[in-house]
């Protein structure tokens, strides 16, 4: 079986959105059109940003029923992180706070997807 390796988020306007995830990836998208971005992520991972008015088959899905998540070192990274993207006038679902998988927060993109960022605990 093959992974995925392609990640999908509707969103209400695919330019507002490029230009959000352009500032927080700092990287441009390598496919862009009125109803569609994509972003090659390092990982692999395509980021692809579709608009929830055309997307075909329709989406019953709301915003905020997923999350995309950022691993990182350390919690030092998550704070940093968190300052950041605080700065860039994110709104922050949950604080920097312990988690039993590890020290975590969640912030929302424009159209209210989940950003977690994490750094996983010692096991």
């Known amino acids: 079986m093959t992974d995925p390796n392609f990640i999908i988020l509707y969103v209400n306007s695919p330019a507002n959105s490029t230009v959000f995830y352009e500032d927080l990836l700092g990287k441009k998208p390598i496919e862009e059109s009125p109803t569609f971005a994509m972003f090659a992520l390092g990982?692999?991972?395509?980021?692809?940003?579709?608009?929830?008015?055309?997307?075909?088959?329709?989406?019953?899905?709301?915003?905020?029923?997923?999350?995309?998540?950022?691993?990182?070192?350390?919690?030092?990274?998550?704070?940093?992180?968190?300052?950041?993207?605080?700065?860039?006038?994110?709104?922050?679902?949950?604080?920097?706070t312990d988690m039993d998988f590890g020290y975590t927060f969640v912030a929302l993109d424009p159209d209210g997807h989940r950003l977690r960022v994490f750094a996983p605990s010692a096991r």
């Open 43 to 96: 990982s692999g991972v395509m980021l692809g940003l579709w608009s929830k008015h055309t997307v075909e088959p329709a989406a019953i899905a709301t915003a905020g029923c997923g999350e995309l998540a950022f691993a990182v070192a350390s919690n030092d990274m998550v704070n940093a992180m968190h300052a950041d993207w605080s700065g860039r006038g994110l709104t922050t679902l949950q604080a920097p």
